[in-house]
């Protein structure tokens, strides 16, 4: 039996942000929801109340897109701002968040449920990243001169900031998700109305109080966590929310598209996914596996683009499935503060009953259900590293994802036919190839439906990389060049010199 110990007591700073009075953050300043409602943060690791959040209402949105719009007043502090002022206090948000990283971390693992190691180097690492990178935007964002073909006539193109902009985000990277959406907002210059998850809302408001010090112009960025019904269906109505960007379900994401269409608001939608993973019998077999055991068991599987279909080729399928138990045996389970943890509970019990039911479901159909590790005791809503092999393509739990540490195993036996079955599904977030074969890697790369995937190896992200779905799984795109042309309109301008 393994046994984990925990280091230290939690920070101050962020003993203190548990303990604050329930808030949201508008117009630069702590308030709390008019309607005066609350909910409990809960440990997942524990199952405990650690902190009570604010939940925003309608009037409270009111009240943060009035703040968020008064920005875009043509002699307002923000809009009168040059572009490299702008990078800077980009640039010292990252910083700010790099100055606080242990202290994110940790809060990371109290309100998400992840492991220390991980949300240090990857979510608060990453979200550090992307406002650096973005700094380096607002200084870049330019228009063009237009060769039209009318004398005495000077046409040029200027790109402006789209409007407010409404942010609905999952709880599952909630700061590394603010990087992901404020960043390339903030550096068009668009004003933000911020729905954070009500399962996870503390980084994101502590997040906002930094962004205020670094020189943020009060209403620019504003934080309302809540209720999706509630606050997320108000912003999305909202007339004075001209960009929509949603990171979540693919159900939720259809409700909001079809609602922003009544005022033909612009919408970034990225969703769910169920990513196929093909490793090929030329590929570096312990490589293979051992990657894409951490694609599927980090966060305990709650990442969108976890690579939750592997197919593998028929003639290494069983020692597959014995090296990805094997991995899944070596981890250690428990809370994400104590040392030594590699895996983490499930985000709230209702999510530990859904992947429960869908694992339930698959042994009920027929399927080998194989499970490692041991799960600590106590009231965490822990669920072990689970490989599901003997299934077909047609079943639930291959079809649909799961969003928990569940990975489906199917064999195969060449790559077109491999590629037709990986592409036969709602979704297309991300996909991967192990193969020794420079032509293989070529070949699916090609044919493979999704918008990123990877060789040889799984789920790296870069702030200079876009990152978004094919199908089901949304469009538009967060990160790299290409997410700041969902913030920005571009105008033309026609002077007649007569
Ligand atoms: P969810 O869709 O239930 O909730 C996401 C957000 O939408 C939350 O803030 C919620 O309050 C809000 N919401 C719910 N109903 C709403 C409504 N009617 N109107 C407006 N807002 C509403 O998703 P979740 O359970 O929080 O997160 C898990 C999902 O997120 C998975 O499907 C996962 O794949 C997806 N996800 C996708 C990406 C990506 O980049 N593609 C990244 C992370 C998570």
Request: charge should be negative.
């Amino acid at each position: 039996m393994s046994t984990t110990t925990r280091a230290h007591g939690l920070a101050p700073v962020v003993a203190s942000r548990l303990a604050a009075a329930p808030h949201l953050f508008i117009d630069g300043e702590r308030r709390e929801a008019l309607s005066s409602r609350t909910q409990p943060v809960i440990d997942p690791g524990t199952g405990t109340q650690i902190a009570t959040t604010a939940c925003a209402g309608p009037a409270d949105i009111d009240a943060a897109v009035a703040a968020a719009v008064r920005n875009l007043d043509p002699a307002s502090e923000w809009r009168r701002m040059t572009p490299l002022e702008r990078g800077r206090i980009l640039s010292r948000i990252g910083e700010a968040i790099y100055a606080h990283a242990d202290q994110f971390a940790e809060l990371e693992v109290l309100d998400g449920g992840k492991v220390r190691g991980a949300a240090r180097a990857i979510d608060v690492e990453f979200a550090a990243r992307t406002f650096l990178y973005f700094a380096g935007w607002p200084s870049k964002i330019q228009g063009t001169t237009v060769p039209v073909s009318h004398p005495g006539i000077h046409v040029r193109t200027e790109r402006e900031p789209v409007g407010v902009a409404g942010m609905i985000t999952a709880w599952n990277f909630p700061l590394l998700l603010c990087g992901w959406k404020m960043a390339p907002a903030l550096a068009a210059g668009c004003p933000v109305v911020f729905k954070a998850s009500e399962e996870t809302p503390l980084s994101a408001l502590w997040l906002a109080e930094l962004a205020s010090e670094a020189g943020l112009p009060d209403g620019v960025l504003n934080v309302v966590p809540g209720h999706g019904a509630e606050a997320g269906a108000a912003l999305v109505s909202h007339p004075d929310v001209r960009k929509l960007s949603f990171t979540g379900s693919t159900a939720v994401g259809r409700q909001i598209a079809r609602s922003a269409a009544d005022l033909v608001k612009r919408v970034t939608l990225e969703l769910g996914g169920k990513s196929a993973n093909i490793i090929f019998p030329d590929a570096d077999l312990d490589a293979a596996v051992a990657g894409s055991a951490g694609g599927i068991f980090w966060h305990s599987g709650q990442t969108c683009s976890a690579p939750s279909r592997l197919f593998v080729h028929r003639d290494i399928h069983d020692e597959v499935v014995e090296k990805l138990l094997s991995e899944a045996a070596a981890l250690t389970i428990g809370h994400g503060l104590d040392e030594g943890v590699d895996f983490g509970p499930l985000v709230s019990q209702r999510q530990l009953e859904r992947v429960r039911g869908y694992v339930e479901r698959a042994a009920a159909d027929g399927a080998k259900v194989h499970q490692a590790g041991e799960l600590p005791p106590g009231g965490g809503f822990f669920f072990p590293p689970t490989v599901i092999a003997g299934v077909t393509d047609e079943m639930e739990c291959v079809r649909e994802e799961i969003f928990g540490p569940v990975v489906v195993v199917l064999p195969f036996d060449d790559a077109d036919e491999v590629a037709r079955r990986a592409n036969a599904s709602d979704y297309g977030l991300a996909a991967g190839v192990w193969t020794g074969s420079v032509a293989t890697e070529h070949a699916m790369t090609r044919a493979l439906r999704a918008g990123t995937v990877y060789v040889n190896g799984w789920g790296l992200t870069d702030p200079a990389a876009p990152f978004g779905g094919f199908a089901q799984s949304g469009y538009g795109r967060d990160l790299g060049p290409d997410s700041l042309d969902g913030y920005l309109e571009t105008k033309s301008v026609w002077t007649f010199h007569g």
